[in-house]
T-cell receptor
């Protein structure tokens, strides 16, 4: 089954304790992205990756790191979490590599189930 | 700056009534446009998308949306709402090279029996 998985689904942590949220997709997608969802703000893009070893900032990258060492995985790293990073996080992947070929009607983003993070 | 506005935070409609959810965007070029639905505790599911061509787009679950370039709008419609449509709906725009995406703040739909 084609899917995007995230782990953990729920996490409560304390300020300053490094954490990683994993994201994995089994669709051989080149493009992957991280979003955070906050009430009244919708989803905001944190980082995205067009391919292995190619990452770039979205709208709200401060306090986050990412890496893309292999195609299927795109972990989100919080080196020193703070309470304002309490949020619902979504990972997404897409069949469109972006910029390299014309977008087609089959291109779309598939979203993971979300990770609810609480930083105390 | 790119932005997406969904002016209605909450909407309540009766089951069987028609629905229109509004979306306006600000973008420097012709964007790709999307509508997603999020049920409570779930991820996002794509309802429909517009890339080019016919400005009236059909999606899943009986939804459709119309792109109006002159109004910078991409409103979502459904002729007859079902109780299972109660959810939060997000409009989004994407860059033409499919790297950056911008979401609206969402509209929560309640359906009265």
């Amino acid at each position: 089954e084609a899917q995007v998985t995230q782990n953990p689904r729920y996490l409560i942590t304390v300020t300053g304790k490094k954490l990683t949220v994993t994201c994995s997709q089994n669709m051989n997608h080149e493009y992957m992205s991280w979003y955070r969802q906050d009430p009244g703000l919708g989803l905001r893009q944190i980082y995205y990756s067009m391919n292995v070893e190619v990452t770039d900032k979205g709208d709200v990258p401060e306090g986050y790191k990412v890496s893309r060492k292999e195609k299927r995985n795109f972990p989100l790293i919080l080196e020193s979490p703070s309470p304002n990073q309490t949020s619902l996080y979504f990972c997404a992947s897409s069949s469109n590599p972006g910029g390299r070929r014309r977008t087609t009607l089959t291109d779309t983003q598939y979203f993971g189930p979300g990770t609810r993070l609480t930083v105390l | 700056a790119q932005s997406v506005t969904q002016p209605d935070i909450h909407i309540t409609v009766s089951e069987g009534a028609s629905l229109e959810l509004r979306c306006n965007y600000s973008y420097g070029a012709t964007p790709y446009l999307f509508w997603y639905v999020q049920s409570p505790g779930q991820g996002l599911q794509l309802l429909l998308k517009y890339f080019s061509g016919d400005t009236l787009v059909q999606g899943i679950k009986g939804f459709e949306a119309e792109f109006k370039r002159s109004q910078s709008s991409f409103n979502l419609r459904k002729p007859s709402v079902h109780w299972s449509d109660a959810a939060e709906y997000f409009c989004a725009v994407g860059a033409r090279n499919f790297n950056k995406f911008y979401f609206g703040s969402g509209t929560k739909l309640n359906v009265k029996p």
